[in-house]
């Protein structure tokens, strides 16, 4: 089945550790996105991208970084600039970049930071 | 920019009652707007869209929702609510592109037995 994989599902990080969470998508989409979910904040952009090679930042992408090497893959990276990375954190893919069509979403990855 | 305001943070309903749950947008032009549903520790599901046309729209899992301009107001309801509807929802408007999009803060619903 077509869908979008997240792991890990769960993740401890150390103060001052960066740590990257995968996000594998097989729609064939061209569109990416990572988003963080805070509660009683709804979803918030971190990073999106359109096409193998380019991204873009969102509204919160300090501290944050991405790469998109394949049209399958966009791994973000949580460095330790972000002052409080612990969140839920979402990856979503679209046919498109255009706003009609319909946002897929991955289960998530919960990291706390101890 | 758009934004969307839910203005209820929970919402319990008995099973078998009628839900309606409020959404409010800002945006100077006709939005895209949706609804999404995120089941716990899970990803969000499309439930229903609006884009252009009849403002009463039909979604997944007997959900509707309706466009009334005049409200800047995108309201989802369901006639009969079933306990497997327990989740949250959440509103979001668009302006054009995915990367505009906006959600709410979503509105936790509780279904009673």
């Known amino acids: 089945d077509g869908g979008i994989t997240q792991s890990p599902k769960y993740l401890f990080r150390k103060e001052g550790q960066n740590v990257t969470l995968s996000c594998e998508q097989n729609?064939?989409?061209?569109?990416m996105y990572w988003y963080r979910q805070d509660p009683g904040q709804g979803l918030r952009l971190i990073y999106y991208?359109?096409?193998?090679?380019?991204?873009q930042k969102g509204d919160i992408a300090e501290g944050y970084s991405v790469s998109r090497e394949k049209k399958e893959s966009f791994p973000l990276t949580v460095t330790s600039a972000q002052k409080n990375p612990t969140a839920f954190y979402l990856c979503?893919?679209?046919?498109?970049?255009?706003?009609?069509?319909?946002?897929?979403f991955g289960e998530g990855s919960r990291l706390t930071v101890l | 920019a758009q934004s969307v305001t839910q203005p209820d943070i929970h919402i319990t309903v008995s099973e078998g009652a009628s839900l309606e749950l409020r959404c409010n947008y800002s945006?100077?032009?006709?939005?895209?707007l949706f609804w999404y549903v995120q089941s716990p520790g899970q990803g969000l599901q499309l439930l229903l869209k609006?884009?252009?046309?009849?403002?009463l729209v039909q979604g997944i899992k007997g959900f509707e929702a309706e466009f009334k301009r005049s409200q800047s107001s995108f309201n989802l309801r369901k006639p009969s609510v079933h306990w497997s509807d327990a989740a949250e929802y959440f509103c979001?408007?668009?302006?054009?592109?995915?990367?505009?999009?906006?959600f709410g803060a979503g509105t936790r619903l509780t279904v009673k037995p």
């Open positions: 991208s359109q096409i193998v090679n380019d991204f």
């Open positions: 609006y884009f252009s046309g009849d403002t």
């Open positions: 979001a408007v668009g302006a054009g592109n995915n990367n505009d999009m906006r």
């Open positions: 729609l064939n989409h061209d569109a």
């Open positions: 945006y100077g032009a006709t939005p895209y």
């Open positions: 979503a893919s679209s046919f498109d970049r255009a706003g009609t069509g319909e946002l897929f």
